[in-house]
């Protein structure tokens, strides 16, 4: 005996007593009506269930009105041998749900495949839990693969959605001809020949690992902070006036300082400040280290810097990380402000 068949053994000993867990469960456990539900990995013990399984597809598929592909017993319990299906059961060994996932051209697609819930456990979130951990596992094993559903039914499709699905022909999931031939059970099967695979009854909807990376890496190229250091040096500011006196370095130096310190980088709403300079150094000669993120560019900064000082600054190379394009200007780092 197994773990879980043993583990499974237990808790029908225990409903028999009448005795139930009030405890949260974990993830893969569900309780509804004082029954603990358990989601795992189906295995070979786990055939018996089969011809139930299947019996209920297809007349699930019929109460709904929709086609569907067949799928035999043996079909089913292949899967679980292979290790490519998930089932729920009660503490007591009931069958609750299951679903599997298959893989085409060598790993390049995985589909998930073949839901379905018992009909007094619907509406319970078994399908959503079965539907995450299929997909958890297809993620797993082939982190590379496209994932792909085909399915007319509405609740599946949120169920992909909120797992990063997005609907697309057919001619963007598996082309493998052993996949399409799986679909000539389904009473649509002549739409689907009529139309030369380009679309049927049923929607398409595919995750792909590439865009999910893609979306993480500008995420994080949103949230990065940024580091520029300006070496500055103060200068005295001489009048336009004629014969009027100008500023010396030191009040330059300290106005440009106080700037520096204080002000504050137009922000929307609560959001934090988004750019941060700190001074240190000496009068004449500071450093001003400036941090920020993607709400503004390296050269608005330095263009609002540029507008409110009198200091001239160097840009150290070193720390400045994100480049700026079609800018002459700064092309060899050093700004001179308004003299």
Request: aromatic letters at 10%.
């Amino acid at each position: 005996m197994d773990l879980f068949s043993s583990t499974e053994a237990c808790f029908a000993i225990v409903a028999r007593l009448g005795i139930y867990f009030e405890q949260a469960p974990d993830k893969n456990e569900l309780i509804m009506e004082n029954q603990m539900i358990f989601v795992r990995v189906a295995t070979l013990n786990d055939a018996r269930y089969a011809a139930e399984i299947a019996k209920e597809t297809e007349e699930s598929a019929i109460a709904r009105g929709s086609g569907i592909s067949k799928r035999s017993p043996e079909s089913l319990v292949t899967k679980m041998r292979e290790g490519k299906a998930v089932i729920a059961v009660t503490g007591i060994g009931e069958w609750v749900g299951f679903s599997y996932f298959e893989v085409w051209e060598g790993g390049a697609y995985v589909s998930n495949s073949g839901l379905i819930v018992a009909p007094k456990f619907r509406n319970a979130g078994v399908a959503k839990a079965i539907k995450e951990r299929v997909f958890r596992i297809s993620r797993r094993m082939y982190p590379e693969a496209k994932v792909f559903s085909i399915t007319s039914g509405a609740a599946i499709m949120k169920l992909n959605s909120r797992l990063g699905f997005e609907p697309v022909s057919f001619a963007e999931i598996t082309q493998d001809n052993s996949f399409w031939e799986g679909c000539k059970s389904c009473v649509n099967y002549n739409i689907l020949e009529n139309k030369k695979r380009c679309n049927c009854l049923c929607t398409a909807m595919l995750f792909d690992p590439q865009k999910e990376k893609a979306e993480l890496a500008a995420e994080k190229r949103a949230t990065e902070e940024l580091i520029m250091v300006l070496d500055c040096v103060a200068y005295p500011r001489h009048s336009l006036v004629p014969d009027a006196m100008g500023t010396n370095a030191l009040c330059t130096a300290l106005t440009d300082i106080k700037w520096f310190n204080e002000y504050v980088f137009p922000i929307e709403g609560n959001l934090p400040s988004p750019v941060k300079m700190k001074v240190s150094g000496g009068l004449y000669n500071f450093t001003v280290e400036i941090s920020y993120d993607h709400s503004y560019t390296a050269k608005e900064i330095l263009n609002v810097i540029k507008n409110h000082t009198w200091c001239k600054f160097t840009v150290r190379e070193e720390a400045f990380k994100l480049p700026l394009t079609d800018d002459g200007v700064y092309k060899d780092c050093f700004v001179s402000n308004n003299y």
